[in-house]
C-alpha cells in the first residue's frame, strides 16, 4: 500500500512538474526546495520555525549568489562582445558583423537587465556600494552607442578605426564590469560569511530533529529530483539529437518544444539556428554557383597551391581552361605539359623562384591544347603563410586568348591608321588644357619637319612654325574656341625650318566632362599644300580653258535628266547664245527661243530633251537668232553620262559657233564649182586642140568597118557565098563600130559637165583608156607609149572623169615636152603601190625642167608654152589634193620631167 501510494505520489509530483516546466530551471528547483522544507516545517513546527530561518539566510545566500551570477554574467557577455566584434573585425567581414551585432547586443542588454533587476530586488542592503546600478545603467547607455559607431565604420570599410574604436571604448566597458564583479563579489562574501554563522547556529537546534526528518525528506526530494531531472534530460537528450542531426547536415531537423524555461528556449535557438543554416547553406551553395557562372563567363578560374605538401586545387573553370578532366589530379607537371614548348623554361623558372621567395607572381604564357590550338593564360598569384610557416598561393588563372587577338587586331587598325595617315598626310593631335601638353601622331612630326630633338609637346612650338601672315588669326580662333568650348576649322600655312612653305587644314573638337567642363581639344591636320597646288593649277586650267573656248568659240554645258534642267553653262555658252551669266543659266525654253524658227522644231526632235531615256549620243548643228537680229551657225554635241549601275544621270557636251566655218565651206562650194566649171572649159579646150587627133582616131575605125563590109557583100556576093568568111567579116565590122562608139563616149563624158561622182576606179584601166584617145597625138610626132603597171594595184575611190582630165593634162603636157626635140620621144607611165597610196608616174624625154620652174609650173597662169594657158597643171593639183592625194614635178633640163601623184588606196576594193 505505501510503495503503491509513493508511486501514485511520484505520478502526480510528475505532472505537475511537467506542468511546471513553463518555469524556468532555478525557480523549478527553487520550489522543489521549498517543498521539502515545507514537509519538514509540517513534521516539527520548532524545527519549521528553525527551518524558516535556515531557509530565509538560504534564500538570502541564493540571492547573493543569483546577484553575484547575474553581474558575471554580464561581464561574460560583454566578454564575448567584445571577442566576436574582434574576430569580426579581423575577418573584415563587414555584412557578418551587420547581421550577428544586433543578437550580440541583445543579450548584452538583456544580462544587463536581469543583473540590475536582480541587484534591485529586496531587502537592500545598507551596506551595498552604491556605485553597482549606476555602473550598469552606464554600461547600458554606452553600448547601443559604441555598436551603432562601429557598425558605421565597418559598413564603411575602415576596419583600423572599427579596432580603435574596440580598443578605446569598448574595452574600459569590459574594465567596469571587472570592477563590477570584484565589488559585488567582495559584498557577496561578507553577505556568505554571515549567513554561515546564521546556518550553524540553526544547524545545532535541528541537529535532533534532522534525522527524524530526513528520511521523509529523501522520499520528497528523490521524487522532486527525478521529476525535475526528467524534466531536463528528456529536452536536453532532444537536443543532443539535434545537434547530432545538425552535424550530419540535416539542417531541416526541428527540435519539439514544450514549456518556458531554458532548455525551451535553448530549443527553440536551436530550430531558429538549424533554419540559419540551412538558409545560409543554400545562399552558400547559391553564391558558389554563382561564383562559378561568374568564372566561366570570365573565362577567369582559381586555384590554391601549397608549396610545402605539393597540393593544388582548382576551380571548375581552371579545369576547363586547361582541358583537363574534373577527376583528375592537378599538379605542376600537368600544367608544364600544356604550355607551349618556347614558354616552358620562362613558366618553370617562374614556378621555382615563386616556390623558393614566396613571393607573389604575375605572368602570361601560351597553351597548346590537345586539339593543337593556342591559348594565352594570364597568372595572377599572392603568397600567404600557413601556420607551420609553409609557402601557399592562392590566385587565379584568366583565358585572355580573345583579348590577345584583339589586341593584335588593334595593332594592325593603328598600323593601318598610321599608314592611312601617311598616306593621306592626315595626323592627329590632343591639346590637354590642365597641363598643356600637347600629344600628337608620326604623321604630324612629318608634316612638320619637327627633328628627334625638337620639344614639341607644347603650342608654343607648334604656334612658332605659323607663317607670320596667319598666325594671329589661327591662334585667335584657338583661344576662341576654348573659351566658346565650340568646333574650328582653319586653313593656314606653316613655314619649315627648310624655308619651305606648306597648307595645312585643321579641325579641332573639344572634349567637355560630365559637369561640362573642357577637359582637352583633340583633332587633325591635314597637308593640303598638293591640292592647294591643285586647286591653284585648276583655277590655271579653267583660265585656259576659258580663254580656249574664247578663241575656239566653243561653250560647254551639263543638263540633269532629272530635273530636266541645265545645271551648267561656261561664260562662252553664254557669249555665244547672247544670255547674260549674272541672270544664270536660263531655262530651256528660253534657250529654244534663240533657235532659228526653220531649225526649231528639228532641234528637239534630235537633241536629248525629247528622247533623254534612250541616252544616245547626239550631233546637231542649226542657227541661233541673237537678241540684235544676228544669224550664228552652231554645232551642238551632247554625251550621256551614267551611274555605276547603268542610270543615265546626264549630258554633258559642248556648243561651237560654226558661222566663219560655214561661210567658209559655202564660199569653198562655189569655188569649187567655179574650179569645176575652169576644169570643164579646159577639157573643152584642150579636146578642141585635139580635134584632128581625135577626129583620125573615129575615122580608122569607121574606115575599117567599111572595108570590113565591103569584104563582107564580097564573100556573101559569090555564086556559092563563103559564109565563114562573111561572119568574120561582120564580126570585124562590129569590133570596129563597138571601139568608134567607145571614143566617141569617152569624149562625150569629157564635155559633160555633170556633179562629182566619186566610186571605185581602176586606175590601170583608166591609163589604158586615156592611152586609147591620146595614141593618134603620140603618133603625130613619132611618140611612143610605154607602160609599166602593177598587177595587184588597188582601187581609189574618186571621180573617174576628173581623173581622166589629171591623166589628160599630164599626157598632153609631156607630148608637148617632146614636140620640138630630135631624139625619138617616149611618154612612160607607170603604177604602183607605194606606203599603202596608189603612185602613178608620167614621164618624158623632152625639154624638161629648171629647178625654179618645179613649183610654178602649178600656178595658176604660169606657162611654158607659147600658146599655154598657164591652167592645166594648177587644176591637175586641185583634183588631186580634193581627192586627199599629192602632185608634184621632178626634172632636169634638157632631159626630160616626171609628173607624179598619190591617192588613198581602197584596201577593201582590190583587183
Not at 538560504?58 to 566576436?84: C, G, T, Y
Not at 590655271?540 to 543638263?559: K, N
Not at 590601170?764 to 584617145?773: G, K
Request: with cysteine.
Amino acid at each position: 500500500m505505501g510503495l503503491h501510494t509513493a508511486t501514485r505520489w511520484v505520478e502526480r509530483a510528475e505532472a505537475k512538474t511537467v506542468h511546471s516546466g513553463r518555469l524556468a530551471i532555478g525557480p523549478r528547483l527553487i520550489l522543489g526546495f521549498v517543498f521539502i522544507i515545507m514537509s519538514m516545517l509540517a513534521a516539527d513546527a520548532i524545527i519549521l520555525w528553525q527551518f524558516y530561518v535556515v531557509r530565509s539566510q538560504a534564500m538570502r545566500l541564493n540571492d547573493i549568489d543569483q546577484k553575484l551570477v547575474a553581474v558575471l554574467r554580464v561581464h561574460s557577455s560583454l566578454l564575448a562582445f567584445h571577442d566576436q566584434l574582434e574576430g569580426l573585425a579581423d575577418a573584415e567581414d563587414a555584412d557578418r558583423l551587420l547581421i550577428e551585432a544586433g543578437p550580440l547586443r541583445a543579450a548584452v542588454l538583456g544580462d544587463i537587465l536581469r543583473a540590475t533587476k536582480a541587484l534591485s530586488l529586496p531587502p537592500v542592503d545598507p551596506r551595498r556600494d552604491p556605485t553597482v546600478l549606476p555602473t550598469l545603467h552606464v554600461i547600458q547607455s554606452a553600448l547601443p552607442s559604441e555598436l551603432e559607431a562601429i557598425t558605421t565604420l565597418a559598413a564603411s570599410g575602415d576596419w583600423r578605426a572599427v579596432h580603435l574604436r574596440l580598443a578605446n571604448q569598448v574595452r574600459p566597458l569590459e574594465s567596469l564590469t571587472s570592477e563590477l564583479v570584484e565589488k559585488v563579489e567582495h559584498e557577496a562574501s561578507e553577505q556568505q560569511a554571515e549567513t554561515v554563522l546564521n546556518i550553524r547556529r540553526v544547524r545545532r537546534l535541528v541537529f535532533w530533529v534532522v534525522p527524524l526528518t530526513a528520511a521523509f525528506t529523501l522520499l520528497i526530494a528523490a521524487t522532486l529530483g527525478l521529476a525535475i531531472t526528467r524534466s531536463i534530460t528528456q529536452p536536453l537528450a532532444r537536443l543532443v539529437q539535434g545537434s547530432r542531426a545538425l552535424a550530419r547536415g540535416e539542417f531541416q531537423h526541428q527540435v519539439s518544444v514544450t514549456g518556458k524555461d531554458e532548455l525551451a528556449h535553448l530549443g527553440q535557438v536551436f530550430n531558429t539556428t538549424a533554419s540559419r543554416l540551412q538558409d545560409l547553406y543554400a545562399n552558400l551553395q547559391q553564391s558558389e554557383a554563382f561564383l562559378a557562372e561568374a568564372q566561366r563567363l570570365s573565362k577567369t578560374g582559381s586555384f590554391g597551391w601549397c608549396v610545402t605538401t605539393g597540393e593544388i586545387r582548382w576551380s571548375e573553370e581552371t579545369f576547363r581552361i586547361f582541358q583537363y578532366e574534373r577527376s583528375t589530379k592537378p599538379t605542376v607537371e600537368l600544367v608544364l605539359q600544356r604550355v607551349h614548348p618556347e614558354d616552358a623554361a620562362f613558366v618553370q623558372q617562374t614556378i621555382e623562384r615563386a616556390s623558393q621567395d614566396a613571393n607573389d607572381f604575375d605572368h602570361e604564357y601560351r597553351l597548346v591544347m590537345p586539339d593543337g590550338s593556342i591559348k594565352y593564360v594570364h597568372v595572377v598569384a599572392h603568397a600567404l603563410g600557413d601556420a607551420s610557416n609553409g609557402i601557399e598561393f592562392v590566385g587565379a588563372v584568366m583565358d585572355v586568348t580573345e583579348r590577345k587577338r584583339v589586341e593584335k587586331n588593334l595593332r594592325r587598325s593603328e598600323e593601318s591608321l598610321l599608314e592611312a595617315q601617311k598616306l593621306s598626310h592626315t595626323g592627329s593631335w590632343r591639346h590637354e588644357l590642365a597641363s598643356g601638353k600637347v600629344t600628337v601622331s608620326p604623321e604630324i612630326y612629318r608634316i612638320h619637319d619637327i627633328k628627334p630633338d625638337d620639344d614639341a609637346s607644347n603650342t608654343e612650338f607648334f604656334f612658332s612654325r605659323f607663317h607670320p601672315e596667319d598666325r594671329k588669326r589661327v591662334v585667335d580662333l584657338f583661344e576662341k574656341s576654348e573659351i566658346e568650348k565650340t568646333e574650328f576649322q582653319v586653313d593656314y600655312r606653316i613655314v619649315l625650318p627648310d624655308g619651305m612653305i606648306k597648307h595645312l587644314h585643321t579641325i579641332g573638337r573639344p572634349v567637355l566632362s560630365e559637369s561640362g567642363d573642357l577637359i582637352e581639344f583633340g583633332g587633325t591636320a591635314i597637308d593640303v599644300t598638293a591640292a592647294k597646288q591643285a586647286e591653284e593649277a585648276l583655277r590655271r586650267s579653267e583660265g585656259y580653258l576659258a580663254d580656249a573656248q574664247r578663241l575656239t568659240l566653243t561653250g560647254s554645258w551639263a543638263w540633269n535628266v532629272a530635273t530636266r534642267q541645265s545645271v551648267y553653262w561656261s561664260l562662252e555658252n553664254y557669249r555665244l547664245f547672247g544670255f547674260d551669266p549674272e541672270e544664270g543659266i536660263p531655262s530651256d525654253e528660253a534657250f529654244y527661243r534663240r533657235i532659228h524658227p526653220e531649225d526649231r522644231d528639228r532641234v528637239r526632235r534630235e537633241v536629248f530633251l525629247e528622247r533623254p531615256e534612250e541616252g544616245s549620243h547626239f550631233d546637231v548643228e542649226f542657227r541661233v537668232v541673237l537678241p540684235d537680229g544676228a544669224i550664228k551657225y552652231v554645232r551642238s554635241t551632247g554625251h550621256p553620262v551614267r551611274s555605276i549601275s547603268g542610270d543615265l544621270l546626264e549630258y554633258v557636251g559642248t556648243s561651237i559657233d560654226v558661222t566663219e566655218r560655214k561661210q567658209a565651206d559655202e564660199e569653198r562650194e562655189r569655188l569649187r564649182q567655179v574650179q569645176a566649171d575652169l576644169a570643164h572649159l579646159s577639157r573643152v579646150t584642150t579636146m578642141g586642140e585635139l580635134t584632128a587627133s581625135l577626129a583620125h582616131e573615129i575615122r580608122q575605125p569607121i574606115s575599117a568597118a567599111m572595108t570590113n563590109a565591103k569584104t563582107c557583100v564580097r564573100w556573101l556576093g559569090r555564086d556559092e557565098p563563103n559564109l565563114a568568111e562573111g561572119r568574120e567579116a561582120a564580126a570585124r565590122i562590129v569590133k570596129d563600130v563597138t571601139r568608134a562608139a567607145d571614143i566617141m563616149s569617152r569624149i562625150s563624158s569629157l564635155f559633160k559637165k555633170e556633179a562629182l561622182q566619186r566610186e571605185l576606179v581602176d586606175v590601170n584601166e583608166l591609163i589604158r583608156e586615156m592611152i586609147v584617145l591620146l595614141r593618134s597625138e603620140a603618133n603625130r610626132y613619132s611618140i611612143s607609149i610605154r607602160i609599166e603597171l602593177a598587177d595587184d594595184l588597188p582601187k581609189v575611190m574618186a571621180d573617174r572623169v576628173q581623173l581622166q582630165q589629171v591623166f589628160m593634162n599630164l599626157m598632153l603636157n609631156g607630148i608637148d615636152a617632146m614636140k620640138e626635140t630630135t631624139r625619138e620621144g617616149e611618154l612612160t607611165i607607170t603604177s604602183q603601190v607605194e606606203h599603202g597610196q596608189v603612185q602613178v608616174s608620167v614621164s618624158d624625154n623632152g625639154v624638161g625642167l629648171r629647178p625654179e620652174q618645179t613649183d610654178k609650173i602649178f600656178k595658176a597662169f604660169f606657162t611654158t608654152k607659147d600658146n599655154g594657158t598657164g591652167m592645166g597643171l594648177p587644176i591637175s593639183r586641185s583634183i588631186i589634193e580634193s581627192h586627199g592625194g599629192q602632185l608634184w614635178a621632178t626634172g632636169v633640163p634638157g632631159s626630160g620631167a616626171t609628173f607624179q601623184f598619190t591617192l588613198p588606196a581602197t584596201a577593201a576594193a582590190r583587183a
